[in-house]
């Protein structure tokens, strides 16, 4: 008899418990969470992100803070792609945004950059995840839910399209931006969402696709995968931008108009005589031209201390030798660049192709060589022995 009310006990403490836990499905943990963004005052963020674009490898870090009421954000980031790397720091607070730009702070149209452009976590994005509820299949683990979402089509477009913003967001404007994202195919796609089983907060994304886009008669294949991560929720300071920033910032159509003036007005062309006068490093030549090219063009870069020669065999045939100073310190960031190692008079050096492209970069005697062209007769082993013949 006991024996059977322990049993009877054991069987309602579990039958109360189960009345007690309510059982979720996705739909139900992404409205909660919807919910929770509505809540939310401040978040710190870190997104890692590859972009491969026509064969082109690219990386994005930003980590930073975000807060509301004030809206304000700090990001750091970072881009890399082949051959450099650049890093930024932006403020945003209200309707005031500076960034540093090439060591230079940088007042922007806060038109031109809102807090959109870094905010992850707020109701418009949460409801586009909500469309495709039906389509996520969710598990518990580890505190979270996991809500996990794989397929094909356009219509998932809307749930990357900010990463492809952020990847490919240098080079197009607005409006064209916006034309792009019209003409995306998603043909594959891969997206998942770590939700906080207490808070209902969203803690991680982890995302990838392969995307064509198509524009015109030139379809461009791209991927792009990366993690977000979501922490310090409700725990960031009040953002302010630093009165040192706003001091030294200059306007923007200054900075750009200060920044084109330098990157167009500083090549002058030269004689191969004359440069060799203002230079303090003796002008590297080449001794094994390949038959039918001649020097066009050769110019210097004041500014950069950087030599260009333009070598043609008609119109379709030519490359460019592009040398400056490193100054001591390495130039090249070999993990960054896209390539086949290869060796070059001894040393390191990267070899890349991409359709009838060919480039080669390396570094020797203190000085930055790129060889880079294309053309029927632009082949690797061209490219090789031209480097391989500069003295």
């Not at 992100?49 to 700090?74: F, L, Q, R, S, Y």
């Not at 607070?93 to 960034?99: A, F, H, K, S």
């Not at 930055?368 to 029927?376: M, R, T």
Request: with cysteine.
């Amino acid at each position: 008899m006991r024996r059977y009310v322990i049993l009877l006990m054991v069987l309602t403490i579990l039958v109360l418990s189960s009345c007690g836990t309510e059982q979720l499905n996705q739909s139900t943990v992404l409205s909660k969470s919807i919910e929770a963004v509505n809540e939310l005052d401040s978040y710190s963020v870190d997104m890692d992100m590859d972009v491969n674009m026509m064969e082109m490898d690219m990386n994005m870090k930003m980590t930073g803070d975000v807060t509301h009421e004030p809206d304000a954000m700090h990001m750091f980031m970072n881009m890399g792609m082949p051959g450099m790397s650049m890093d930024f720091e932006a403020y945003l607070l209200e309707d005031e945004v500076y960034v540093s730009m090439f060591g230079e702070w940088l007042k922007m149209d806060a038109n031109e950059m809102g807090l959109e452009d870094f905010d992850q976590l707020n109701e418009e994005e949460m409801k586009k995840l909500l469309e495709f509820s039906d389509e996520f299949t969710m598990n518990e683990e580890d505190g979270v839910y996991v809500l996990t979402l794989s397929g094909e089509g356009d219509e998932y477009s809307v749930l990357i399209e900010d990463y492809i913003k952020s990847g490919m967001g240098d080079f197009y404007e607005d409006a064209e931006m916006e034309e792009m994202l019209e003409t995306i195919k998603i043909n594959d796609f891969d997206f998942q969402i770590h939700i906080d089983k207490k808070t209902f907060m969203q803690t991680t994304q982890i995302f990838n696709a392969d995307v064509e886009i198509v524009e015109g008669d030139f379809p461009m294949s791209m991927t792009l995968g990366g993690t977000l991560t979501i922490s310090n929720v409700n725990g960031v300071d009040p953002i302010e931008i630093p009165e040192e920033v706003k001091e030294h910032a200059v306007e923007e159509d200054a900075f750009y108009s200060d920044f084109d003036e330098d990157l167009l007005g500083s090549y002058e062309e030269m004689t191969l005589e004359e440069i060799q006068h203002v230079v303090d490093y003796t002008v590297p030549e080449i001794h094994a031209l390949p038959d039918g090219y001649t020097l066009t063009e050769s110019k210097f870069d004041e500014t950069m201390d950087m030599i260009m020669l333009n070598y043609e065999k008609g119109i379709d045939n030519h490359f460019m030798v592009t040398i400056f100073p490193t100054d001591g310190e390495p130039f090249l960031e070999y993990e960054l660049v896209d390539g086949e190692e290869v060796t070059v008079q001894g040393t390191k050096g990267v070899l890349y192709e991409m359709d009838d492209f060919i480039s080669l970069s390396w570094e020797q005697h203190g000085l930055y060589f790129e060889i880079a062209g294309g053309g029927v007769d632009i082949t690797t082993d061209t490219v090789m022995n031209i480097a391989e013949s500069i003295k």
